[in-house]
């Protein structure tokens, strides 16, 4: 059997972010639009791990920047879900169809 | 680098992209929900494999413990009509389809040209690496990380704060 290498875990990354990016343009629900954001961000994170082990393995930048991004993907989730339920309340409607303000 | 055996990988990465596919797929929200948990653990497990115990843990914790969580949260405080067909696809089911099937398929065909100047290296715990840069060259981001956080829970609350109209 082969070794597992680093173009393992890349090619596992790039179908994971195929899968959230399809899911985040071809949904109608805005949180199953989120979910799709959070599949990706998980494959960058991914990504960052791999390359970090496996080309410089002494010192921990993508550890570094994995974190952040766990940050940044929390507080995303969060003012995303408010936006949600506020739009909910004034419209009674998740649909990322329905939400036209902007347009004209 | 890492001596596991493939079978681990293997397994893990079935469910991962499982799951995955599973999250999109299914026409019920909450199912989506739960099966984003899976995904998160099982993306946990592929730290695991890449020895970073550390992010393992942290990704148990605030994934599938918080950001999950709270999804789930936006699914019941949003519910309307028939929870069966809470989650349909759009007008762009197909061409949305096209365009993820074509950037995989650039990737793949670029990771494949590429060659990748692979190093051994010490295999441990990630933990003390981590501490020492966190809280060495990138202690500023890190407190700049955390008023990102404080701002965006803030933000949150005041967003989506309840129906008194008189405040």
């Known amino acids: 059997m082969t070794s597992i290498g680093l173009q393992h875990y890349l090619i596992l990354a790039a179908i994971l972010f195929s899968i ?5 343009v071809a949904k109608k629900n805005g949180v199953a639009v989120l979910m799709g954001i959070e599949l990706m961000l998980n494959a960058v994170n991914i990504n960052l791990i791999a390359f970090n082990r496996f080309l410089n393995p002494d010192v921990s930048v993508g550890m570094i920047f994995a974190i952040f991004v766990i940050v940044v993907a929390a507080a995303e989730v969060a003012v995303g879900l408010a936006i949600i339920i506020k739009i909910y309340r004034e419209r009674l409607t998740t649909s990322v169809n329905d939400i036209d303000w902007l347009k004209w | 680098m890492v001596d596991l055996s493939p079978v681990v990988f293997w397994t893990i990465s079935a469910i991962v992209i499982g799951s995955a596919i599973a999250v999109i797929s299914s026409k019920n ?4 929900a739960l099966f984003l948990v899976l995904t998160f653990v099982s993306v946990a497990g592929i730290y695991a494999t ?12 605030v994934y599938a413990g918080a950001i999950a969580i709270m999804l789930v949260f936006g699914v019941m405080l949003t519910k309307r009509g028939d929870i069966r067909e809470s989650n349909l696809f759009n007008q762009y ?9 074509g950037f995989l398929i650039m990737t793949v065909y670029m990771l494949s040209l590429t060659e990748f100047p692979v190093v051994a290296g010490p ?3 990630s933990v003390e690496l981590v501490a020492i840069s966190m809280f060495g060259d990138y202690v500023i981001p890190f407190e700049g990380a955390a008023i990102l956080l404080l701002v965006a829970m803030v933000g949150a609350v005041m967003i989506a704060r309840g129906g008194n109209k008189k405040q």
């Open chain 1, 20 to 24: 959230g990016f399809y899911g985040s």
């Open chain 2, 50 to 61: 890449l020895t970073v115990d550390y992010l393992a843990a942290v990704q148990i914790l």
């Open chain 2, 29 to 32: 929200i909450v199912h989506s």
């Open chain 2, 123 to 125: 295999i441990g715990s």
């Open chain 2, 93 to 101: 089911k197909y061409i949305g389809l096209l365009i993820a099937a």
